[in-house]
């Protein structure tokens, strides 16, 4: 397990990563595309805070057309991913 959290974490530093449909299948394409753009590798092309703001997700959410009910389910997937890999290669 410990070479397979490895793997995906030179994966995710490279930019290669995916989507997983057990985890992401709730979440909206709009928010997908946001999280890409905070992902993106190179920080040149990365998303800037303030365009992350004005992302047609961010105004959906404020606006309330967001729901955050599925957000916070990847968020505790992704959080538990991201602790695991912080304890195969700490800071």
Known sequence: QDAGISDRFRQI???????????WCD???EAQDLVRGMMTVDP???????????HAWCAGFREGRASSKALS????KLRDRH??????APR
């Open 83 to 88: 602790e695991a890999l912080e304890q195969l």
């Open 27 to 29: 979440i909206s394409p």
């Open 13 to 23: 530093t490279a930019g290669a990563y995916t989507f997983r449909p057990d985890i």
């Open 44 to 54: 040149k092309r990365r998303a800037t805070a303030e365009a992350c703001l004005a």
């Open 73 to 76: 389910h990847a968020q505790m």
